[in-house]
């Protein structure tokens, strides 16, 4: 009985490393997309300033 909890320990440890690693990935991807749009927003804003457009 023990050795099938040390296996199933092992098994839920590995399951929560590969979430969190998962976990990771995905905050990394959201912050590089959230960043990509903000760059887009400047971008957008310097070219509305150019051609004499209001910032709404």
Same mark, same amino acid.
């Given at each position: *009985?023990? +050795?099938?909890? !040390?296996?199933? #320990? ?8 590969? @979430?969190?690693?998962?976990?990771? *990935? +995905? @905050?990394?991807?959201?912050? $590089?997309?959230?960043?990509? !749009? $903000? $760059?887009? *927003?400047? +971008? #957008?804003?310097? +070219?509305?300033?150019?051609? !004499?457009? #209001?910032?709404?």
């Amino acid at each position: *009985m023990r +050795l099938i909890f !040390g296996y199933l #320990a092992l098994a839920q440890t590995r399951l929560a490393l590969a @979430d969190l690693a998962r976990s990771q *990935m +995905l @905050d990394r991807l959201a912050t $590089e997309a959230l960043q990509r !749009g $903000e $760059e887009r *927003m400047r +971008l #957008a804003h310097s +070219l509305a300033a150019r051609c !004499g457009m #209001a910032r709404r």
